[in-house]
């Protein structure tokens, strides 16, 4: 079985709370930091508050919308990218639960495209029960947050708990944020995701006060797995060089053509998701692709597709990808959560070591696609501190260049993930 899995960590620094009972994790180094004691409770920015985003007609299309705005300032064209929209999204639509005022509607804005943090908030949690209620259950979703063990750094407003619990089921650990901390963070991280991602962090910031994290796993096989495989395919990376590998043959159901691409759909075994395809004609340049590409073109496209028999090629391909997001983010209006004096997380909580902010949000994937299915990988950190069908007429899509790809979720056209294959080393 080959897995998706996507991680959203959230290194926020803020709270230790007293208000509700959460579990404590004893400073025991010898002691496996998931086990008992740490049961969870059952319970410079000078971009503008206001972006003109279109208006999105439903939340799934909010979050398509904000993932290919994010493609395109990620995109340089110089190196493979792989993004999880849905577990971006949902992260920080957990740290946007804690904002108010300015710093509540620049994330209102980024994330809800014309729908409020609320009515995102219903969208995510009947994500997740659609996922726990689904019998092929590709799909699955973990939230945790971990809090500093120390009253003075922060107090935590018990409704940004209960949202948290209630919306996103997340887990809540309290620890003294050492090594023991680490572990048990590590621990939860390779548990979640079955070995895949065995540790996001090796230390704690010493400001840090709260670290979230959402994990997403995608664990599926082809519905037609690859048989027909051949060495030595020719592949032309962005760069014109010449790159030869594994290609696999096959033939699928569903041809997809844009005004500049061709395209396949390959579904996965259950038929819930998809794995979508876009090959730039030979005359346009793969950026200039993606920077026309936006979330209506790309559900117009798949929307379009002709049930009819194409012959595809497709390269093996592996590849990781890490980056920052905190630069697209204020470049596409999220600017205060990031100001040590304009950051707003008053509903999250407040600390007696200053001002709650973001002061990180990285991204990191890794993806395989091979004969039997796709092998993918994700990790987001949001660190906040405190301040101090006829064969004649058959297609075909022979990608053996540069292309943007997805995983899609069928019934909305969602890209759980989205990117860009430049070169296949």
């Known amino acids: 079985m080959k897995k998706i899995l996507t991680l959203f960590l959230v290194t926020s620094l803020l709270l230790s709370f007293c208000s509700c009972s959460i579990v404590t994790m004893e400073n025991k180094p010898n002691e496996n930091p998931i086990d008992k004691s740490f049961d969870p409770i059952d319970t410079s920015n000078t971009f503008p508050v206001e972006n003109d985003f279109p208006i999105a007609i439903s939340q799934e299309n909010a979050v398509s919308d904000m993932a290919f705005d994010l493609l395109h300032l990620l995109h340089n064209g110089d190196e493979n990218i792989l993004i999880s929209p849905l577990s971006v999204s949902m992260a920080l639509g957990i740290t946007a639960s804690g904002c108010d005022n300015d710093s509540k509607i620049q994330f209102e804005n980024f994330l809800g495209r014309g729908f409020t943090l609320d009515k995102m908030n219903e969208f995510y949690q009947s994500y997740i029960e659609k996922i726990d209620n689904t019998e092929e259950n590709e799909v699955d979703i973990a939230n945790s947050l971990w809090i500093r063990g120390n009253s003075s750094a922060i107090n935590v407003n018990e409704d940004f708990l209960n949202k948290a619990e209630e919306i996103f089921d997340a887990e809540v650990f309290t620890s003294p944020f050492d090594k023991t901390t680490v572990d048990a963070i590590n621990n939860w991280v390779n548990d979640k995701t079955d070995s895949m991602i065995k540790e996001i962090i090796d230390e704690i910031g010493k400001d840090a006060v709260m670290y979230i994290i959402n994990a997403l796993a995608f664990d599926a096989e082809w519905e037609s797995p690859y048989t027909n495989t051949r060495d030595n395919f ?148 949001v660190e906040i501190e405190a301040e101090s069908t006829y064969i004649e007429d058959m297609k075909e899509v022979i990608v053996n260049r540069p292309f943007v790809f997805a995983i899609v979720d069928n019934t909305s056209k969602l890209p759980v993930f989205l990117g860009i294959t430049l070169t296949t080393k």
């Open 234 to 381: 020719r592949f032309v990376n962005a760069n014109g060089e010449g790159e030869y590998v594994t290609v696999m043959h096959s033939k699928e159901n569903y041809y997809l053509e844009g005004e500049n691409c061709t395209g396949f759909i390959k579904d996965y075994k259950g038929g819930e998701y998809s794995f979508v395809v876009l090959l730039p004609n030979f005359d346009t340049n793969i950026s200039d692709f993606v920077n026309e590409l936006n979330g209506d073109t790309f559900r117009t496209i798949l929307s379009n597709a002709q049930n009819i028999t194409v012959k595809t090629s497709l390269p093996k391909f592996t590849f990781e990808y890490t980056t920052s997001l905190v630069k697209p983010l204020k470049q596409l209006g999220v600017s205060d959560p990031f100001s040590p004096q304009k950051a707003d997380f008053s509903k999250l909580g407040v600390s007696e070591w200053g001002n709650l902010y973001i002061s990180e949000v990285l991204h990191k994937t890794f993806i395989e696609v091979a004969e039997k299915g796709t092998r993918a990988a994700a990790v987001t950190s």
